[in-house]
Structure formats: structure tokens, C-alpha cells
């Protein structure tokens, strides 16, 4: 790790911190490409365990993993009108297959090749539901060929002008599901089914609480382009505002209609398919990070650090040294064998105090210290991330370390339950929900009646930068339900949940 600058404290400046302890960590930096970022092998093994861990819902789930092209027609994003609209002020387009030089010097050496300008340009994918599902419909012929389940591992452009690392980037990795099905309550089936999926991941994986609901059915805009309904997991961070941590789409007929996907019925008949899309990015780093994190760099919850435990040996002498690295080796070596993701830091150039810091600023939850003194009584002194450092013995470590590792994790779920608990306000009133937003505290989840009407949207956004983040699925709402909307005092059709968010 290069020298350690220190990091601005989340009171001061939430968005520096940010920043500090994704660049301490050393999860990802900014790229010479304007908007996009470089995700470094730190940050990269946390998506690799994701990637791991959500394949492995996805295919219990009887979905296969399939790949489909980077560019796309422009012509199948005009099939369909809302979806085109949707992505039209964000898509990257490729005109021109090669280059021509100019003999001039810089920027201008070479230019596109006029005589290589494509008869119809080709979006780089925003998003894959029309190159999809034209080839859904090469692929359904008949009832016998659905449901068909894919997914597929990629990455995704949208033109984007105020980034940020993770949370919001030009290019992004993703992964995104898409099915077929012969009925609408299958497809709303399959939709519900993968919001579950997302939300057992982030809890059990990420120790990130969520909220699930809808987003769609009563609030226009915050659909997805093109969907019948939207679901959404929306996530508190430690600024207390909301994080949109993934989408699952009903997307009904409507790409069916505009691809011409259909299949033959049992009875002989011809009918469309209703379709389903979902997704979770890179940006759940971004969750990870502000979630669990603190002043002294990343906190990474055990089932997804890259590193679960770093053993530090600590000597003066050459002599120590043999000692403590023999033994620091052999605890490796049977934490390793157990599946246990283990380094042990030998640097000789490195002080004790030194390592400590660099590798608390990586977010590895457990520490070994093993000096002279630790070697001849037979133990360990293990340091936790969030805090407590205690000898253990080395017989029954592994016990102890795996105990300890299932503890950080709950503890740290336990924790952003609580305080997304105390951030949380239910039947606001109109006043209550301004001085909330606008409060010191930066506000955080606020239940109330909502009227439906995209003019108290508006007007709710100008005044306190709050939008709905989801309409509660029945487990999040509040036992008593909401008769007037909390901003105009019309009859409410339905309890909204709003936030600032990112």
C-alpha cells in the first residue's frame, strides 16, 4: 500500500470519507476515461464473491447463465417507445468502424474513417432487454419451451455527468436475468421470487438491511422504462440516505409485443410471453462500504472480505523471528485448509503498528498477533475489526476464529438494523417530514400516506430533495394505515416511503 493519508471523518464530510476509504482500501481508482473507474484486486475479489455467491441462488433457482453482444442495433431501442425514451439521454453509440490519420500531431492524428460510417449506428448496451428478447424469439416456438431462465454476467454503459466511484459510473459490471413465461402470474411470480433472492443476499451476505416494495404501480417516475411494475431494495447508508441496491421488473408483454415473441399454446393457439428482468451491480460495493465502514477505512463483512484474517507476527530477533513465523505458518496453513480466506504478514521492512493500520484500512474483520510471549504460552491475541482484542488459544483456533467470524458478521447486520431503525419515522406529518429531511440528523426513512399525484411528487422533491424510494411490501408497512396524504391531506391511496437518496 502506498503511504497512508489520513481519512476524513464521516461527520465532517461524508463524501470524502467516502472517497478516503475506497481509495485506503484500495478497491478501485479513476480512470484516464472521464466517469469510468479502475476496480482494483481488492475490490474486484468483493464483486468475485458476490458474483459467487448470488450464482449460486440464481441457479437454485433453475436459471442458466448465457452471454449476449455489447452492441445493439439503434433500431431495436425504437421498437420500444417508453424503453428508448427511457435510456435515449444515456446510451454511447458506435458510428464508425475504424480510424483514418491525419498526419496532424495530437487529438487530431487520426479521425473516423468517413468511408467506414455504419448504415445504422450501434448502441453500446445500457441494458439488454431488446437484443434479448429478439433472440427469445428465434429461440420460443411452443408451451414446452418456457420458462426459460437466463442470466447473464456483463457490463453496461450509460453516459452518465456526475459520478462517483461504484455508486454511480459511466461503465459499470452487473449482472442481469431475464425470463419468459407463459402467464402474467408466473412472470409477477418470478419477479417476487428474485427480489427474495437479492434481499436474502444483502441481509445474510452483505449484513445490509433492506426495504422491498413496489416501485411503479402508484409513482410513474420511478418505473423502469418499458415495465409493467418495478420492485426495488432500497438500503439506509450511514449519511441516512437511501441507496437503491437492486430492481426486479415485471416488464409484462410489452417487449413480447414489440419483438414479436410468442408460442403456441397446449390448445393450439398463439399467444406473447410475459417477460421478467433483474439486476444488482458494482454498486452494492459502493452499499458495502457506506453501510459498515468508519473513520479508520473499510469494514468488510466476513462472508465477503477478501481477506477473512491476517495473521501479523511480531519479533525483535532473528531467532524470534524463526519462532513466530513457524508458528504463524502452521496457523495459516490449518485456517487455510479450512476454508478460511488467510494471509499472514511477514514483511520485514513493515512495523507491527504499520500493519495493523494498512490492514484495519482493508476491512479485514479478524487479526492474529503472534509475538515471543504469545508462541510460548501457546496462543494468539486476536483483534476484531469492529472492535475487542482478546488472547485465544491455538488449540480449538479454528474454532474460535470461525466463532468469531459468524459473531462480526451478525453483529454488523444487528448494527445497521438499529440504526436504520432509529433513522426511520412512520405517520408524518407535513411539518414533521420537512423538519426531519432538513434536520441535522440528514433525515432518513420516512413513512406516510401518499395521494398518488405527481404534482406532491414534485413539489415534495423542490422542497425537502426527498423522493419515494418504494411503496412497502406488507411486512415494512405501519400497523396503522394512512387515511390522508401527509403532504396535501387528500385521501391516500397507498403508504410511501421517502428518503434523500443517492
Not at 454511447?92 to 448504415?119: F, N
Not at 427474495?196 to 411503479?216: C, D, H, L, S
Request: charged fraction near 25%; proline fraction near 5%; charge should be neutral.
Amino acid at each position: 500500500m502506498a503511504q497512508a493519508q489520513k481519512i476524513t471523518p464521516r461527520t465532517q464530510d461524508f463524501s470524502e470519507w467516502y472517497n478516503d476509504v475506497v481509495m485506503q482500501a484500495e478497491l478501485a481508482d479513476y480512470s484516464p476515461v472521464r466517469g469510468c473507474m479502475v476496480i482494483r484486486p481488492h475490490g474486484y475479489r468483493i464483486w468475485e464473491l458476490m458474483q459467487g455467491a448470488l450464482d449460486d441462488m440464481f441457479r437454485a433457482t433453475g436459471h442458466r447463465n448465457a452471454y449476449f453482444p455489447l452492441f445493439i442495433p439503434m433500431s431495436f431501442l425504437a421498437k420500444e417507445a417508453e424503453h428508448v425514451e427511457g435510456f435515449a439521454k444515456e446510451v454511447a453509440l458506435v458510428t464508425h468502424t475504424r480510424l483514418k490519420a491525419t498526419g496532424k500531431a495530437g487529438v487530431q492524428a487520426v479521425i473516423p474513417d468517413p468511408a467506414s460510417e455504419l448504415e445504422e449506428p450501434l448502441v453500446v448496451r445500457p441494458t439488454s432487454e431488446t437484443i434479448i428478447y429478439a433472440m427469445f424469439a428465434k429461440w420460443i416456438q411452443s408451451y414446452r419451451d418456457l420458462p426459460l431462465l437466463l442470466n447473464q454476467w456483463c457490463n453496461i454503459v450509460r453516459w452518465e455527468f456526475r459520478t462517483r466511484l461504484f455508486l454511480r459510473t459511466t461503465e459499470f459490471l452487473w449482472q442481469e436475468g431475464h425470463t419468459a413465461h407463459a402467464t402474467e402470474a408466473e412472470a409477477e411470480a418470478e419477479a417476487r421470487q428474485m427480489l427474495g433472492v437479492y434481499r436474502r443476499f444483502q441481509e445474510e451476505w452483505m449484513a445490509m438491511p433492506v426495504i422491498t416494495g413496489k416501485n411503479g404501480k402508484k409513482t410513474e417516475s420511478e418505473k423502469f422504462a418499458g415495465a409493467l411494475r418495478t420492485y426495488a431494495l432500497e438500503a439506509l447508508m450511514q449519511d441516512n440516505k437511501a441507496l437503491q441496491t437492486g430492481t426486479s421488473h415485471n416488464l409484462g408483454q410489452n417487449f413480447a409485443k414489440a419483438f414479436n415473441v410468442q408460442y403456441q399454446t397446449a390448445a393450439g393457439g398463439l399467444e406473447y410471453v410475459w417477460n421478467t428482468s433483474w439486476g444488482v451491480s458494482t454498486r452494492m460495493i459502493g452499499g458495502l462500504v457506506m453501510t459498515h465502514s468508519d473513520d479508520n477505512g473499510l469494514v468488510a463483512p466476513p462472508k465477503l472480505a477478501p481477506v477473512q484474517v491476517v495473521i501479523v507476527p511480531i519479533w525483535k530477533s532473528e531467532e524470534e523471528r524463526g519462532q513466530v513465523l513457524g508458528v504463524g505458518g502452521k496457523v495459516k496453513d490449518e485456517l487455510a485448509h479450512a476454508g478460511v480466506r488467510v494471509e499472514i504478514d511477514a514483511r520485514d521492512s513493515v512495523k507491527p503498528g504499520a500493519k495493523y493500520f494498512e490492514w484495519e484500512a482493508k476491512g479485514v474483520p479478524l487479526r492474529l498477533e503472534i509475538g515471543p510471549r504469545d508462541v510460548a504460552a501457546g496462543q494468539a491475541v486476536a483483534a476484531r475489526r469492529t472492535g475487542g482484542k482478546a488472547p485465544v488459544k491455538l488449540a480449538g483456533l479454528l474454532a474460535a476464529v470461525q466463532g468469531a467470524l459468524d459473531e462480526i458478521q451478525m453483529t454488523l447486520f444487528t448494527t445497521a438494523q438499529e440504526r436504520c431503525e432509529a433513522h426511520t419515522i412512520r405517520g408524518v406529518t407535513k411539518q414533521q417530514f420537512v423538519d426531519f429531511m432538513k434536520g441535522p440528523g440528514g433525515g432518513g426513512f420516512a413513512y406516510g400516506g401518499f395521494c398518488g399525484s405527481g404534482e406532491c411528487e414534485t413539489e415534495i422533491k423542490q422542497q425537502t430533495g426527498a423522493t419515494i424510494r418504494v411503496l412497502p411490501d406488507p411486512e415494512f408497512r405501519s400497523p396503522e394505515v394512512p387515511k390522508t396524504c401527509m403532504w396535501c391531506g387528500k385521501p391516500s391511496v397507498a403508504e410511501a416511503v421517502w428518503a434523500q437518496a443517492y
